[in-house]
């Protein structure tokens, strides 16, 4: 017999449900995601100057890396819980040489940054407009930074999109830097006016004072952060000397080997992340893409 308790509610419900269809809601604009392992991964091949690469080429690259090496270490050392250890080094290996690639070219072009505001500035005050003063930083501007300006010119002169060309800059450069230098030039071009000289000028030498003092900061700090890579690099040295003497390797092939590698891997890692947390400054997220 069906309770009069849950009839009640189920007659409450519908009720509600009908109620509610006299409102519908209108579904808002998706946007999109801005975030997640391949964003950062697009991210990091464009600071890195490996456009023309894409996050899939690097995630097949370190699997076949990560089968080769498994392989091969299998090969010399007849040893499984080794292979896998050391194949698994080598399939993060594409990834951790991106992220270095990229950290060191973001680091390279914040010396770079207030030239290329300088240079604007020069273009605005000798009478160009913003696009065009823009467009001449393929010629003028710094080296590592030409190609993109000559594709932000060339997409100029084929639209006339200021707009648009300045969302496929910020996707060229890819950093946070030139994120917020093209944020204040389209603010500039959306309200106009007179400041606009005193707006980079201001950002200039910003941007100026911001890189001398994280590049003394992290001169002081960079013993930190080799430590940390020696002290976690030391043990797997060690236990590659040992590969070359298969006898001594046998005991790793054992449920005791396998949890001893595993437990010291992973001490490795949370060792190795901590130091680097403690000793290595924050980097800038793009906070406006």
């Not at 194949?87 to 990834?95: N, T, V, Y």
């Not at 890579?229 to 046998?250: D, E, K, M, Q, Y």
């Not at 054992?254 to 010291?264: K, N, Y």
Request: net charge positive.
């Amino acid at each position: 017999m069906i309770s009069p308790l849950f009839v009640g509610l189920l007659f409450a419900a519908g009720v509600f449900f009908v109620y509610w269809s006299f409102w519908p809601q209108e579904a808002g604009p998706r946007r999109p995601r801005q975030d997640g392992f391949l964003v950062e991964l697009r991210d990091h091949l464009n600071q890195a100057g490996y456009a023309s690469v894409t996050p899939g080429n690097v995630i097949v690259g370190s699997l076949v890396l990560l089968v080769v090496a498994f392989v091969m270490v299998l090969a010399v050392t007849r040893v499984v819980p080794i292979a896998v250890c050391f194949s698994l080094m080598a399939g993060a290996l594409p990834l951790s040489l991106v992220r270095m690639r990229a950290r060191k070219r973001r680091n390279k072009l914040r010396d770079l940054w207030p030239d290329v505001v300088d240079n604007i500035t020069s273009g605005v005050r000798a009478g160009l407009a913003l696009p065009e003063a823009l467009s001449q930083l393929a010629v003028r501007g710094p080296a590592e930074l030409r190609p993109a300006f000559a594709a932000f010119a060339e997409d100029y002169r084929t639209t006339g999109r200021f707009q648009d060309c300045l969302d496929r800059l910020k996707d060229r450069l890819s950093d946070p830097v030139g994120d917020r230098i093209v944020e204040s030039l389209r603010i500039a071009r959306e309200v106009g006016g007179s400041d606009l000289g005193r707006l980079l000028r201001t950002l200039s030498s910003f941007l100026r004072e911001d890189a001398r003092t994280r590049s003394e900061l992290e001169t002081r700090q960079s013993w930190t952060v080799n430590a940390a890579r020696l002290a976690a690099g030391a043990p797997w040295v060690v236990l590659g000397l040992l590969a070359l003497n298969g006898g001594s390797l046998a005991a790793y092939s054992s449920p005791t080997g396998w949890a001893v590698l595993a437990i010291g891997a992973g001490l490795c890692v949370v060792a190795y992340r901590a130091m680097i947390w403690i000793g290595r400054l924050p980097e800038e997220e793009r906070v406006l893409r």
